[in-house]
């Protein structure tokens, strides 16, 4: 039986953390569902990892279909997350629906992910309302990494940080059932993932998270061009051994650790968020 939204509330709820793993083809995604992780996203990251784009923004709704049906081929239990890609759903509530649909008909998807706060609410709400799991994403937004100014942790001052806290509270009201913090302080996470009643899903976050998601290709250290802060290699020769290892690690706080985390907010900072 496939693993569903009110599995992973569940595990919110008993402290139980949640394991995502990004990964594009067949054969991980066998191993991944073997291993018996909660979520594969097939991210827009396939852009780099597999066509070898230099950012997410050029890969269109009809490869990110392929991929996600191949996926969902090797993968029997595990929840299939799509991720929308760049303008399948930033110019209208009509296209945001019509391409999330696309993901559950064409390609079996058990739910799409979005980028974005308050500004994409109405899509969120539009696609949760057809029936389609919503999962959000805040923080360090790839789609958006030319309003971003590139690939920084986001969240470090009073006012950002706030900002992201009132989006992830927007999300949660339009409809998203699980939301992806991506590089912002650890403590930052913490309080968010302390006021919302979904899941959050962190990446370069923190250990407070309700759980983790690393790119397969990253976690077995096969991307020798990139290692981010966030990224930790688990083992090159064994691909099983190192999902179940990542595994471990994220059931019991191992991973993420300090090394793994970001930490820019002091404490009279953060008593000012709400």
């Not at 569903?4 to 793993?21: D, G």
């Not at 912002?184 to 302390?194: E, V």
Request: glycine share 6%; charged share 25%.
């Amino acid at each position: 039986m496939r693993k569903n939204i009110l599995s992973f509330l569940e595990k919110k709820t008993k402290n139980e953390k949640i394991t995502m793993v990004s990964a594009y083809d067949y054969h991980s995604a066998k191993i991944l569902d073997e291993s018996d992780v909660d979520i594969i996203l097939v991210g827009d990251s396939l852009a780099m990892v597999m066509l070898g784009m230099q950012d997410t923004l050029s890969v269109t709704m009809d490869e990110m279909l392929i991929f996600t049906k191949a996926v969902w081929r090797g993968a029997k239990k595990s929840f299939i997350l799509a991720d929308m890609p760049f303008m399948s759903y930033q110019s209208s509530d009509y296209d945001a629906i019509i391409n999330a649909s696309r993901f559950i008909k064409e390609a079996h998807a058990n739910g799409v992910k979005l980028e974005g706060g308050a500004e994409v609410s109405s899509k969120i709400k539009s696609i949760s309302q057809a029936g389609i799991p919503v999962v959000a994403h805040l923080g360090l937004t790839p789609q958006a990494v030319n309003m971003l100014g590139g690939y920084k942790v986001q969240g470090r001052n009073l006012q950002s940080a706030q900002k992201i806290i009132d989006d992830a509270k927007a999300v949660q009201d339009s409809g998203a059932c699980m939301l992806v913090l991506e590089c912002i302080p650890l403590k930052l996470a913490q309080k968010i993932t302390s006021i919302l009643e979904i899941p959050t899903i962190g990446i370069g976050s923190g250990k407070y998270c309700d759980g983790q998601v690393l790119v397969y290709y990253d976690l077995l250290g096969i991307n020798k061009d990139f290692k981010a802060k966030f990224v930790k290699h688990f083992d090159t020769i064994n691909p099983k051994m190192a999902v179940q290892e990542y595994i471990h690690e994220v059931k019991n706080g191992i991973f993420p650790s300090e090394e793994h985390s970001f930490d820019y907010l002091d404490d009279e900072l953060l008593d000012k968020l709400y």
